[in-house]
């Protein structure tokens, strides 16, 4: 099959517009959405510091060469590599090993931080001490806090992290499921910045897994292709099971729910407006309450962690 927009081989048939592309017109495709899409969440014409979530896998390694070709020619614009480490045995090194990697073939810096200083325990202690809890729960609240904590100590004034098409559609349809109206209305990509707080970009917003993934093997973009051993206990892989089956049978599915929030994304957040924020009694980090969620965790498990150790012997 040739492309619909040159005699070229086809590499892509982009089953919700109907057309068929080669190598140079997909590639094409994908950096004008990222780039229409970066244009459309950030204003960059007075320069800025921007932090890229750097897990080394497919997405977050799209989104720093996107944003390395994008911003080249801006000498006002910084980049630099973030990469949160969970602390899982079998799966993180590898990816930290990647991110690296990207980060001196890009020719940027790269700052690791660990759940061991922001945290206090590592994922892999965490499931082991609390193997009831779903390992998302406490790894979500952690990382959030660890990246932003991150953002801030290396002086960036954004966040670009790699969530996806499918990622974006998601986080909605759980939302919607849950009726969590106020989270659903806080969704990144974030507008308004708030006191300690860095504001989130997401380039790959409208581009759908798939194409990311053809689009980094086309490339030729290193990546770590592995998933997370915890993430099978994950809710979102149930919404992830309806959402593929949604697209399958209706294919633009997913941009339909995306452009459908976009619409109702004003209202919501008029109903809801941003959460007045106040420093965390115990480490110091934003939060609309007197503790944040990341130090209620980090209490529980500490808890969990002392019963066991005080526990007799035999």
Same mark, same amino acid.
């Given at each position: 099959?040739?492309?619909? #927009?040159? %005699?070229? %081989?086809?590499?892509?048939?982009?089953?919700? /517009?109907?057309?068929?592309?080669?190598?140079?017109?997909?590639?094409?495709?994908?950096?004008?959405?990222?780039?229409?899409?970066?244009? /459309?969440?950030?204003?960059?014409?007075?320069?800025?510091?921007?932090?890229?979530?750097?897990?080394?896998?497919?997405? /977050?390694?799209?989104?720093?060469?996107?944003?390395?070709?994008?911003?080249?020619?801006?000498?006002?614009? +910084?980049?630099?590599?973030?990469?949160?480490?969970? =602390?899982?045995?079998?799966?993180?090194?590898?990816?930290?090993?990647?991110?690296?990697?990207?980060? +001196?073939?890009?020719?940027?810096?790269?700052?690791?931080?660990?759940? +061991? +200083?922001?945290?206090?325990?590592?994922?892999?202690?965490?499931?082991?001490?609390?193997?009831?809890?779903?390992?998302?729960?406490?790894? =979500? %609240?952690?990382?959030?806090?660890?990246?932003?904590?991150?953002?801030?100590?290396?002086?960036?004034?954004?966040?670009?992290?790699?969530?996806?098409?499918?990622?974006?559609?998601? /986080?909605?349809?759980?939302?919607?499921?849950?009726?969590?109206?106020?989270?659903?209305?806080?969704?990144?990509?974030?507008?308004?910045?708030?006191?300690?707080?860095?504001?989130?970009?997401?380039?790959?917003?409208?581009?759908?897994?798939?194409?990311?993934?053809?689009?980094?093997?086309?490339?030729?973009? %290193?990546?770590?292709?592995?998933?997370?051993?915890?993430?099978?206990?994950?809710?979102?892989?149930?919404?992830? @099971?309806?959402?593929?089956?949604? @697209?399958?049978?209706?294919?633009?599915?997913?941009?339909?729910?995306?452009?459908?929030?976009?619409?109702?994304?004003?209202?919501?957040?008029?109903?809801?407006?941003?959460?007045?924020?106040?420093?965390?009694? #115990?480490?110091?980090?934003?939060?609309?309450?007197?503790?944040?969620?990341?130090?209620?965790?980090?209490?529980?498990?500490?808890?969990?962690?002392?019963?066991?150790?005080?526990?007799?012997?035999?």
């Amino acid at each position: 099959m040739a492309c619909d #927009r040159c %005699p070229a %081989p086809a590499v892509e048939w982009v089953r919700y /517009s109907g057309d068929h592309l080669c190598r140079d017109h997909f590639l094409a495709f994908v950096e004008r959405r990222a780039k229409r899409e970066l244009r /459309s969440q950030v204003d960059l014409r007075g320069g800025a510091r921007i932090a890229i979530g750097m897990s080394g896998g497919k997405d /977050s390694s799209t989104t720093a060469f996107l944003l390395s070709d994008l911003l080249r020619a801006r000498r006002d614009i +910084e980049l630099i590599g973030i990469t949160i480490d969970e =602390g899982i045995t079998s799966y993180r090194p590898r990816g930290i090993d990647a991110a690296k990697r990207i980060c +001196e073939v890009l020719g940027i810096p790269h700052r690791v931080l660990a759940y +061991e +200083e922001t945290a206090g325990h590592t994922m892999d202690e965490v499931v082991t001490l609390d193997p009831g809890a779903i390992p998302c729960s406490y790894c =979500g %609240p952690f990382r959030r806090q660890a990246l932003n904590r991150a953002a801030r100590e290396v002086e960036a004034d954004y966040v670009a992290t790699g969530l996806n098409l499918d990622d974006t559609a998601q /986080s909605i349809l759980m939302n919607v499921a849950r009726g969590d109206v106020e989270k659903l209305a806080r969704l990144g990509p974030h507008e308004a910045r708030q006191p300690g707080l860095v504001p989130r970009i997401q380039p790959l917003r409208m581009i759908p897994e798939k194409e990311v993934y053809l689009y980094a093997l086309l490339r030729g973009i %290193p990546f770590h292709d592995a998933t997370c051993p915890y993430a099978e206990r994950a809710q979102r892989g149930r919404f992830r @099971e309806i959402l593929f089956r949604l @697209e399958e049978d209706s294919p633009g599915t997913r941009h339909a729910i995306v452009s459908g929030y976009d619409q109702m994304r004003s209202l919501l957040q008029m109903q809801f407006p941003p959460a007045s924020l106040r420093a965390c009694a #115990r480490c110091g980090e934003p939060t609309a309450h007197e503790v944040c969620k990341a130090c209620e965790l980090r209490d529980r498990i500490g808890r969990i962690a002392q019963d066991a150790f005080a526990e007799p012997l035999g």
